[in-house]
């Protein structure tokens, strides 16, 4: 299989404390993208990071790249009740714009 | 980033018949993609519609079951033929922006009974 690693599976945690989830992938990419899905509905984007970047932030979220070790991980700090989602990283496939995605982390952020 | 729409939202359908998913997008994009997540799975890609020709179908999946229409740079469609339950999934289109992120569309939820 193409699809990379998402690592935790499940992931439960009180509200204010910090996530992290991370992904390994098999082939070079150019770039790779993090999303954020509630409950089986549409796909949120939230980051796009680039194959020659090792760190990008957006807001509370930090991501951040290794090439060497083909793994990528995504951090939400200060965690609230909202970001209880499905996390998904995915990597462009062979230098081509269609997606491979990670089979996902399931956050629950606890009150 | 680019606003995209999707009809139906859901369906429930019966065996043996088929559905047309459309995707509109509100501007002009050289490629469209249709992704299918099944219960409790990621996203697989079924195919890649580019405008002006045919779809470019991914290993396990084949235009007669999942024949996709581009008639123009912001709309596309696929249909589920022949469901079985089996095809019970959500399906999903996508665009990529100028900066390559790619966007998806609300995606439609299919019960196959």
């Not at chain 1, 509630?38 to 949120?44: A, E, I, K, P, T």
């Not at chain 2, 470019?56 to 581009?70: A, C, M």
């Not at chain 2, 008639?71 to 696929?78: A, H």
Request: glycine content about 6%; overall charge neutral; charged content about 15%.
């Amino acid at each position: 299989s193409q699809q990379g690693e998402e690592d935790p599976q499940a992931l439960s945690i009180q509200e204010g404390e910090n996530a992290t989830m991370n992904c390994s992938y098999k082939t070079s990419i150019n770039n790779l993208q993090w999303y954020r899905q509630n409950s089986g509905r549409g796909l949120v984007h939230l980051i796009l990071i680039r194959s020659n970047e090792r760190e990008k932030h957006s807001g509370r979220l930090r991501v951040t790249l290794d090439t060497s070790k083909k793994s990528s991980s995504l951090l939400i700090t200060a965690s609230r009740a909202a970001d209880t989602a499905s996390y998904f990283c995915a990597t462009d496939y062979q230098g081509a714009q269609k997606l491979v995605f990670g089979q996902g982390t399931r956050l629950t952020i606890n009150p | 980033s680019a606003v995209i729409s999707q009809k139906p939202s859901r369906d429930i359908c019966q065996r043996g018949t088929s559905l047309t998913i459309q995707c509109q997008v509100d501007s002009q994009v050289t490629m469209m993609f249709w992704y299918r997540q099944q219960p409790g799975q990621s996203l697989t890609l079924i195919a890649t519609a580019n405008q002006g020709s045919e779809a470019t179908y991914e290993s396990g999946f084949v235009i007669d079951k999942f024949p996709i229409s581009r008639p123009n740079l912001t709309f596309s469609t696929l249909t589920v033929s022949n469901m079985s339950p089996e095809d019970s999934s959500i399906y999903l289109c996508s665009v990529i922006s100028q900066g390559y992120e790619q966007y998806f569309g609300p995606g439609t939820r299919l019960t196959v009974t």
